[in-house]
């Protein structure tokens, strides 16, 4: 026990440095406080009889802050400098980098890269990265563990509970990640881009989607430049282990999603948060306006019109308040092109289309529906009728008269149905059965009369002799 108190000096146990490892090995960058909320969101429900926020922070946070330093203890951690706000920041070390692909199952080269310094100006972007992988996950608190806390507390939970679910869980994100324009993936030539977040959540219909998170710091011609990087990358091709050469992106991430069916690059979402001086709605605009050339689809007019996006890049745009305030499921995304805002996974397809291919369909259905109804009209106003009963023949004997097929035996009464036929051919057999009978009467008639002529020569010559 002595030992293991050494070790862990700060008293964690395995399942909250577990937490920090698997948070940090995907954010690369975190403090305490954003831990605490994505590993175990019912702690934000306590504590709440704490004098000030900060205080209730402290305690609420105070579990992974000790797993924390018992894994900095360990040399699997580092103290990564402060926010503006004065929140430790933590990162991994090379060896905290391998012990979080173990807790996450993932390969080394999945890990991705480490940031360098994210606290010397105060992490602002890696944090608001985090606040967006937060707000999109929505961790939902287990309702039994603030079981006895205030009414106030309990009833926030509830909401937090009720409240409509978010995408993928923290094992769904990576970071870190780079897409090689050039070179290999752990190898990435200059110029690759390296989104800010990954998700992949086939689960939740997102295969895959790239996220760029921006301060409202970088001017939108930088932004915009990111997705010729996008591009080039979508387009870049090689062999998979199959033999058979496709787009790059596909050799990684296994794709069978509505947006592919069109040959439409994955999706990039950009997240504006309003820390710098540029308007968050207008930088998206102007970003709008720069990359028209990748996002633009083609008008196709039938069946109500929609457009379709082959070679292009769906770039959509929110505001880290809307994401928090509506999450994924709610209207929050503007999708560059179209008017107004969607849910996420409206703005990252094309419900347009959708809906006119089903249109589509429908309509080939009832035409199909119209032209089998005419081809059965056709053929029942082909139907032979009884020669005898007037009735129409059934498809059996329809098919036992029809003279094109010579592997049928022939039958006796085509123009008959088969009933009547049943009754023509009792008759014929009937009166063949009667000729035989008047045969055989006229034969015996015709042998007794030759035999009384026979008997009557025969007496008339017995007669002439005497």
Not at 260 to 275: A, G, M, N, S, T
Not at 304 to 322: D, E, F, K, N, S
Not at 390 to 406: E, H, I, Q, T
Request: charged share 30%.
């Amino acid at each position: 026990m002595a030992s293991k108190r050494k070790a862990n000096e700060a008293g964690s146990s395995n399942d909250l440095r577990g937490d920090v490892l698997r948070v940090l090995g995907v954010l690369k960058v975190a403090t305490a406080d954003q831990i605490q909320r994505l590993c175990l969101p019912h702690l934000t429900y306590r504590h709440t009889t704490k004098p000030t926020a900060a205080k209730q922070k402290e305690a609420r946070t105070a579990s992974h802050r000790a797993a924390a330093n018992d894994l900095r203890r360990q040399g699997q951690l580092l103290d990564g400098g402060r926010t503006k706000r004065g929140e430790e920041v933590r990162i991994l070390t090379a060896a905290g980098l391998a012990a979080a692909g173990l807790e996450l199952g993932r390969e080394p080269e999945e890990m991705g890269g480490m940031p360098k310094g994210a606290g010397s100006s105060g992490a602002s972007h890696p944090m608001t990265v985090n606040e967006t992988v937060i707000a999109l996950i929505r961790p939902k608190p287990n309702l039994d563990l603030v079981t006895g806390e205030p009414p106030e507390a309990v009833a926030a939970a509830q909401a937090a509970a009720r409240a409509p679910d978010g995408i993928g869980t923290l094992a769904s994100y990576a970071t870190e990640v780079a897409l090689p324009v050039k070179g290999t993936w752990k190898n990435p030539a200059i110029g690759s881009a390296r989104p800010d977040v990954v998700l992949t959540a086939p689960e939740a219909d997102v295969p895959l989607l790239f996220i760029e998170v921006d301060n409202c710091t970088e001017d939108a011609v930088l932004i915009a430049a990111k997705f010729d990087k996008y591009a080039r990358f979508f387009k870049r091709k090689e062999k998979d282990t199959d033999g058979i050469e496709k787009p790059l992106w596909r050799t990684r991430w296994d794709v069978s999603a509505p947006w592919w069916y069109d040959q439409v690059h994955p999706p990039v979402l950009l997240v504006f948060h309003q820390v710098g001086k540029r308007p968050a709605l207008g930088q998206m605009k102007k970003v709008a306006d720069l990359t028209r050339r990748h996002w633009e689809g083609q008008r196709y007019d039938g069946y109500g019109g929609y457009h379709r996006y082959p070679g292009c890049i769906p770039i959509v745009a929110t505001t880290l308040p809307w994401l928090r305030e509506h999450g994924p499921t709610g209207p929050a995304f503007w999708r560059f092109g179209r008017q107004g805002r969607q849910p996420l996974l409206e703005a990252i397809s094309n419900p347009r289309q959708d809906a006119a291919l089903a249109r589509q369909r429908a309509a080939e259905r009832e035409r199909e529906r119209r032209r089998a109804e005419q081809e059965a009209a056709a053929r029942e106003a082909r139907r032979p009728v009884c020669a005898d009963c007037s009735r129409k023949f059934s498809d059996d004997r329809w098919k036992a008269v029809d003279r094109r097929d010579w592997s049928l035996p022939r039958q006796s009464h085509p123009r008959l149905c088969e009933d009547c036929q049943s009754r023509a051919v009792a008759v014929e057999q009937q009166a063949e059965a009667d000729e035989r009978e008047r045969q055989e009467q006229e034969r015996l008639r015709q042998e007794s009369e030759e035999q009384a002529a026979a008997q009557k020569a025969m007496s008339w010559f017995s007669r002439f002799r005497t």
